[in-house]
């Protein structure tokens, strides 16, 4: 089974700084997803943004960015010019190809944001 | 649109009790999932619809009954409360086939069992 793991159960950073939250994957096979998920202090899941495992370039939104380093079974989680609404608990998850199958989320990372 | 409708939103049991969360999507989608939430253990699945007449069991799924009473509507059945149930539940949905397709999830229910 795969598992997701989030080594860094808080991060703080200052405001208009550079974070980035780190997340690692088990898996044996070479075709998959990943994404990313963000929850405010509002409880909704949001997707930040996602990257398919077949494809080198890695995937951005806006101030939002990954890492993907495929043979180290990693997808970390860049956040440039951080702002005081980027404060929240953040997932990582793991897709498997297979039709329907469910995502697997890592444990968390709570983010502050210092003013 | 209104995605992912849960409900109820809050509930408050007592140990032995019975209640259904309710969950309905009007994405016209196939997959649906039900998650629980307990703090420093991330989104734990408990049952999940592949597609509409079935049902298969999650990491979590002791406690739990689910129905997938039709295409929208995807329910979460605890038969008799325990304190260990004690959590937030989130329902969520995806398209299932296209597979890069992300999970649409609810606003969560938070469950207490005293």
């Known amino acids: 089974a795969q598992t997701v793991t989030q080594s860094q159960p808080e991060m703080s950073v200052q405001e208009a700084e550079t974070v980035t939250l780190s997340c690692t994957y088990d898996?044996?096979?070479?075709?998959?997803?990943l994404f990313w998920y963000k929850q405010p202090p509002s409880r909704q899941m949001i997707l930040v943004i996602r990257q398919e495992a077949y494809k080198q370039q890695n995937a951005t939104e806006n101030r939002f960015s990954v890492n993907f380093q495929k043979a180290a079974k990693s997808f970390s989680l860049k956040i440039s010019d951080s702002q005081l609404g980027d404060a929240a608990m953040y997932f990582c998850a793991y897709r498997s190809p297979r039709s329907y199958t469910p995502l697997v989320f890592g444990k968390g990372t709570r983010l502050s944001v210092i003013a | 649109n209104a995605g992912v409708t849960q409900t109820p939103k809050f509930q408050v049991l007592k140990t032995g009790q019975s209640m259904t969360l309710q969950c309905a999507q009007d994405m016209n989608h196939n997959s649906m999932y039900w998650y629980r939430q307990d703090p420093g253990m991330g989104l734990r699945l408990i049952y999940y619809s592949a597609s509409e007449g079935t049902t298969d069991k999650g990491e979590v799924p002791n406690g739990y009954n689910v129905s997938r009473l039709n295409k929208r509507e995807f329910s979460l059945r605890l038969e008799s409360a325990a304190p260990s149930q004690t959590s937030v539940y989130f329902c969520a949905s995806t398209t299932g086939g296209a597979k890069a397709s992300p999970l649409h999830f609810g606003n969560g229910t938070r469950l207490t069992v005293t």
């Open positions: 898996t044996s096979e070479s075709d998959y997803y």
